[in-house]
């Protein structure tokens, strides 16, 4: 079986995880833009059960776009966010592609908030577009 281990900056909040992820997208959202400092968030979302989480971690809570809630958990040292819990899927936790640092990380299969995505980013021709 797979395992992954996703890291803050620092290496003192850690998400380590067995199995595949049950989703990878692309968010262009506004509001991924300005948490990941970058034009659009990579996320793969996992079963709660697959995940480890070790470190202490700070929380951030916002409302996003689509309503409900979503929960940033980030280190409190270098302020990396490593994993997030989103109001309707309880059952998963969703962590930044990049947290992985692991460039062999399957591709994102879904794209989201695709009115938002800068011009010049170019998509993988067989992601699905939801809205």
């Not at 936790?93 to 879904?110: E, L, M």
């Not at 794209?111 to 010049?120: A, F, G, N, Q, S």
Request: charged share 20%; aromatic share 10%; glycine share 10%.
């Amino acid at each position: 079986m797979t395992e992954r281990v996703a890291s803050c900056s620092c290496g003192r909040l850690t998400a380590r995880v067995t199995g595949e992820p049950a989703r990878i997208s692309i968010c262009h959202c506004l509001a991924c833009q300005l948490r990941t400092g970058s034009v659009f968030g990579v996320q793969a979302r996992f079963r709660r059960e697959d995940v480890s989480v070790s470190g202490e971690s700070k929380a951030f809570t916002r409302i996003p776009d689509d309503g409900g809630t979503i929960t940033f958990h980030f280190c409190p040292d270098c302020g990396a966010t490593v994993y997030y819990e989103a109001e309707g899927l309880e059952g998963f936790y969703g962590i930044p592609v990049g947290a992985f640092a692991d460039p062999s990380f399957p591709a994102p299969r879904v794209t989201v908030y695709l009115d938002r995505k800068h011009p010049w980013v170019v998509l993988p021709t067989d992601v699905e577009h939801e809205s």
